[in-house]
Structures are given as structure tokens and as C-alpha cells.
């Protein structure tokens, strides 16, 4: 089970850092990653984690402002979003998959979202 966190409203420019809390004693067998949908929109990947940390990848339109990162020990994945856009509004989610990939459909699992708005 995956329970995200940390979105709220914040101006552009600002910052949040969203957390994900996974349940169960195998997160570090998971990778994890970030998606967000925004209205009308489909969902997109934002940024995935390998299962000890080494690897990450991120979308085109948020690397050098996002960064993924997560503790093991704590069962816990990080989202630190920096220098927040307008067009960055949306619900991000995180996921988990045994398997590293960019695209959502591989995921198994997916936390419920938390909505992120960034005013102008």
C-alpha cells in the first residue's frame, strides 16, 4: 500500500517535497517512480527511482528542478520539486513496480495522489 503526501498550494517559483509511505517489509525490491495527471490531461511520468537509490530518470520538462530520492529504511520515496511552474498543477501519484520503466502501465502498484497547485 502506498500513501503519498505533501501536495498543497504554492506560488510559482516555491517548493514542495511530496513523500510516499509504503506498507510491507519489500520496498527495497521495488523501484519507484512519479506520475502526475493534470485536468484534461493524460497521465505523464515525472521521475523513478531504482530500488537502492544508484539510478534515476526524469521527464524532460523537470530535470533540474525535481529531484527523486528515498530511504529504504523508512519504507518512504521523495519528490523535492523546486522552482515550481504553473503547468507543474496536477496530482501526482507514486507507484511501484519490481520492473524500471518510464511508461505508468507497467506499475502494479499506485498510491491514491495528492494534488499540487502552483499559482502564477
Known amino acids: 500500500q502506498l500513501q503519498a503526501s505533501g501536495g498543497g498550494l504554492v506560488q510559482a517559483g516555491g517548493s514542495l517535497r511530496l513523500s510516499c509511505a509504503a506498507s510491507g517489509d519489500t520496498f527495497s525490491s521495488y523501484v519507484m517512480a512519479w506520475f502526475r495527471q493534470a485536468p484534461g490531461k493524460e497521465r505523464e511520468f515525472v521521475a523513478a527511482i531504482s530500488r537502492r537509490g544508484g539510478r534515476t530518470d526524469y521527464a524532460p520538462s523537470v530535470k533540474g528542478r525535481f529531484t527523486v530520492s528515498r530511504d529504504n529504511a523508512k519504507n518512504a520515496v521523495y519528490l523535492q520539486m523546486n522552482s515550481l511552474k504553473p503547468e507543474d498543477t496536477a496530482v501526482y501519484y507514486c507507484?511501484?513496480?519490481?520492473?524500471?520503466?518510464?511508461?505508468?502501465?507497467?506499475?502494479?502498484?499506485w498510491g491514491q495522489g495528492t494534488q499540487v497547485t502552483v499559482s502564477s
Open positions: 507507484a511501484a513496480d519490481t520492473n524500471w520503466s518510464t511508461e505508468g502501465g507497467v506499475y502494479a502498484f
